[in-house]
């Protein structure tokens, strides 16, 4: 039995939402150790930006995240400020 190649992935356009979601989440890696947790804030606010998924203060609580060194209204409060530069 053989293991195969993963399949290759593509890069989003630095244009796109999905990459300006993913690179907002980025920006408080300090404050988001897991990288499965940024990923998936990430997903949750490009479905936001979208007009599909909740606001950060309530993605965050739901999203059920290690968050470390800040409160989770602070860190909600951060990201909606980055979010209105973003739109």
Do not use: C, H
């Amino acid at each position: 039995m053989s293991t195969l190649l993963p399949p290759k992935t593509r890069e989003f356009s630095e244009s796109s939402q999905e990459k300006k979601a993913y690179n907002l989440v980025e920006q408080f890696a300090e404050y988001l150790p897991v990288a499965n947790d940024r990923n998936r804030l990430g997903f949750g606010l490009y479905k936001y930006l979208e007009g599909e998924g909740d606001p950060p203060a309530v993605l965050l609580k739901s999203s059920k995240l290690n968050i470390e060194g800040i409160t989770l209204d602070e860190l909600a409060k951060k990201i909606s400020d980055e979010l209105e530069k973003l739109k």
